[in-house]
């Protein structure tokens, strides 16, 4: 008996050539729709699926392939007696091939001004019942989900008359991921609807953007996944424009700056090395925020990451080509800067829309075994929401220094401090265990510059010791969230030395 195919796609990419070659090759097509139409209008023979089924396409075609003539033509097990005599007394003819690609759903629902109702109409139903039909019966049955796939089926074919085992698998294993996450995109849906952050099973579909050389470190694997719903203005969709391709940390990195720099109105500049800021700057223009964060830290910056939120112009880049640096993250270049940049072969260059990321995005972590979710850290402070608790409040010139460093010490791995004077980053201590050792790093990296400088402390000092260290330093205000049971003691030592302490009520821990 010739072997019989079961077309149904809403991607036509290939699928005239690919009919043609199983007509060639005196496979029997079946097909609806659409994909009926496109498949006759281009003179390949074909069977319209009601003419199987003995029964009209229904419902605006919600109901065609739902049908026992066609679940029992993929299901039927080849070698079973009971089958065969099942399909014999039910006139049902087994379907040996089905190519079939769903909805364009997640298409449907990027779409600025989609409808609920236009979204539900692009939920598939037959198809990933067919799919998941043919992926159980791949003993017996080629399933294609993936236009890439269809000169592997067509040369196996060809050459052998049939698939081998071994690609009917390995199709069905795609098969089964592609539904998988076809209907997590769906759920996913609903539950921003519905503003359900936690469901009971949690299921965010992310599609492979890149298989990475390797990992953390050469010897783990790693690949690069991007979000299927909301990754607009993330690193996922940059545009690269020169250098190599991005590895697993330099991805972790470029994250880390692209979060801090968008905390800045004013043109700013962020420097990051291993997750963490080490050069942070903002100025009237890019030119002055990129040597304050260069000034900040020259040699941590040196093989560092940058972002910045102002198109790159040729002044900034002869300067940023004196150094080593990875990358270099910009709304945009100017074509005089791209000329100037791209002569470091290796140097990548990213460009990011303005687009803002989702707000309610959530962050998640992987453990032993589970998977912990939390919110992203969006939260921010303003002036009239701080608390003075010392004697002195701060000057004007202070207060916009403290505002500075609060929005750098967020984005530090805790225990972090950060020193700041003239809108940069003087000092940065971060992941130390105890709070008054990222204070000593900080001042120690600061040297002379601490005096004069403020401090911010992204979580409460459980002692007096940190203001201690700060005020010996010169440091003349502090930031810090509050809320430990010994804030006294910190309030009567920082008085004692006439520094100038607020507290915010927000902590901002990151490990």
Request: aromatic share 6%; proline share 4%.
């Amino acid at each position: 008996m010739n072997q019989r195919a079961l077309i149904s796609v809403s991607d036509k990419t290939g699928v005239v050539d690919l009919a043609r070659a199983f007509a060639s090759l005196g496979i029997e097509i079946i097909s609806t729709g659409g994909t009926y139409r496109a498949l006759q209008e281009a003179g390949v023979p074909v069977t319209n699926i009601s003419e199987v089924t003995g029964f009209p396409e229904i419902l605006d075609g919600r109901v065609k392939t739902l049908h026992p003539k066609i679940h029992g033509g993929l299901l039927a097990i080849r070698d079973r007696s009971s089958h065969q005599r099942q399909l014999e007394e039910n006139g049902i003819n087994p379907i040996d091939i089905v190519v079939v690609n769903l909805y364009p759903f997640q298409q449907t629902i990027k779409k600025p001004d989609v409808t609920i109702e236009e979204a539900i109409e692009n939920i598939d139903i037959g198809g990933p019942s067919m799919l998941r039909s043919a992926a159980k019966n791949h003993r017996d049955v080629t399933v294609l989900v993936d236009p890439k796939d269809y000169g592997l089926v067509i040369e196996e074919l060809k050459q052998h008359g049939n698939t081998s085992m071994e690609t009917r698998r390995y199709l069905a294993t795609k098969v089964f991921n592609h539904t998988a996450c076809y209907d997590a995109m769906i759920a996913d849906y609903f539950n921003r609807l519905l503003e359900n952050r936690f469901p009971d099973q949690f299921t965010i579909p992310y599609i492979r953007e890149k298989t990475l050389r390797y990992g953390e470190n050469p010897h783990q694997q790693a690949a690069f996944y991007k979000k299927a719903i909301g990754e607009e203005g993330t690193l996922a969709t940059a545009e690269q424009k020169n250098g190599k391709e991005l590895s697993y940390n330099n991805i972790n990195d470029a994250n880390a700056a692209l979060e801090l720099v968008r905390e800045f109105e004013e043109p700013a500049v962020v420097a990051v090395k291993h997750m963490n800021p080490c050069g942070v700057g903002i100025g009237s223009d890019l030119f002055e925020a990129y040597q304050k964060a260069y000034e900040a830290d020259p040699v941590s910056i040196f093989g560092g990451i940058i972002a910045v939120n102002r198109p790159v112009d040729a002044k900034t880049a002869a300067e940023m080509k004196k150094i080593f640096l990875e990358i270099i993250i910009a709304p945009s270049f100017t074509d005089e800067a791209l000329k100037i940049l791209k002569a470091k072969k290796n140097l990548r260059l990213l460009t990011l829309d303005g687009a803002s990321p989702e707000q309610d995005a959530l962050k998640l972590q992987s453990v032993g075994g589970g998977l912990l979710v939390q919110e992203e850290d969006k939260k921010s402070v303003n002036k009239e929401e701080c608390q003075v608790v010392t004697e002195r409040a701060p000057t004007e010139e202070e207060w916009e220094q403290l505002l500075f460093a609060w929005k750098v010490v967020k984005h530090v791995k805790s225990n972090a401090i950060v020193l700041a004077k003239d809108f940069r980053t003087m000092g940065v201590g971060a992941g130390q265990m105890n709070r008054v050792g990222s204070a000593k790093i900080a001042i120690e990296q600061a040297g002379e510059a601490a005096k004069g400088s403020v401090l911010a402390s992204d979580a409460f000092f459980p002692m007096r010791d940190t203001v201690e260290t700060a005020a010996a330093a010169g440091v003349t205000a502090i930031i810090q969230p509050g809320g430990s049971i010994r804030d006294k003691e910190s309030i009567e030592e920082a008085n004692k030395h006439g520094i100038a302490m607020i507290f915010t009520g927000i902590r901002h821990f990151k490990h």
